[in-house]
């Protein structure tokens, strides 16, 4: 083997020991690597993400942000008994500026006589629910959700039939329009909005 191919052989078996002590003390070395993964699914787990953003905030008065999914599950696992509308299964994504609930939700909430008469006798007991709209703040720890456009069970739902639903929910509630739904704000959080397709908190 010439001096030339032994070098070689030198330097290869050297940057391979680098990238293997690279591998292995990864999780001391700044890098991408290093960042968490986001959460792909509600769960517990994404509940925890949350919490601990939040304590962040609380703590250091740091803006967070929170994932559509981190935010649905802190809704299911840690505010279900102050969920307003009492939605089952409740999915919030943050698409732009848009918020987009999901979830399933009694044909009993729902006046089924402003539903077409076609479609009456075919809506379960139970059914699919989804709201669109926009995010303001109203108040410091509150929030409303601005509903543009409502379904159930797949159907439309027209202003007519929502907004009396909504009314009902909020009714006593000072600053909140027809066609808002109001809600709390995670503990700590003064205001929020939505931006980039995340929930923005700020202490």
């Known amino acids: 083997m ?8 030198v330097v290869l078996a050297g940057l ?3 990238a293997g002590g690279a591998w292995y003390f990864r999780g001391l070395i700044p890098g991408p690597w290093n960042r968490a993964q986001p959460h792909t699914e509600i769960s517990e787990e994404a509940a925890l993400s949350a919490d601990e953003k939040l304590a962040r905030m ?3 008065g740091d803006t967070v942000r929170l994932t559509g999914v981190e935010f649905s ?7 279900a008994e102050r969920f307003a509308l009492d939605v089952e299964s409740p999915v919030v994504t943050f698409e732009g ?6 979830g399933r939700l009694p044909k009993e909430r729902i006046p089924v006589a402003h539903l077409p008469r076609s479609a009456r006798s ?6 699919d629910v989804a709201v669109s709209g926009s995010l303001r703040t109203v108040a410091p720890g509150r929030a409303a959700l601005r509903i543009v456009s409502a379904s159930f069970a797949r159907i439309p739902l027209g202003r007519d039939v929502y907004v009396p639903l909504l009314d009902r929910a909020t009714a006593d509630e000072p600053g909140i329009r027809e066609d808002e739904l109001a809600f709390q704000l995670p503990p700590g959080a003064a205001s929020a909005r939505v931006e980039s397709g995340e929930l ?4």
């Open 97 to 102: 500026q848009t918020v987009r609930l999901d």
């Open 16 to 18: 391979a020991v680098l």
């Open 73 to 79: 599950s802190y809704v299911r696992y840690r505010m």
């Open 122 to 127: 075919f809506v379960p007991d139970t059914a």
């Open 58 to 60: 609380r703590q250091d």
């Open 200 to 203: 923005v908190l700020h202490p």
């Open 2 to 9: 010439t001096r030339g191919a032994v070098r070689t052989v």
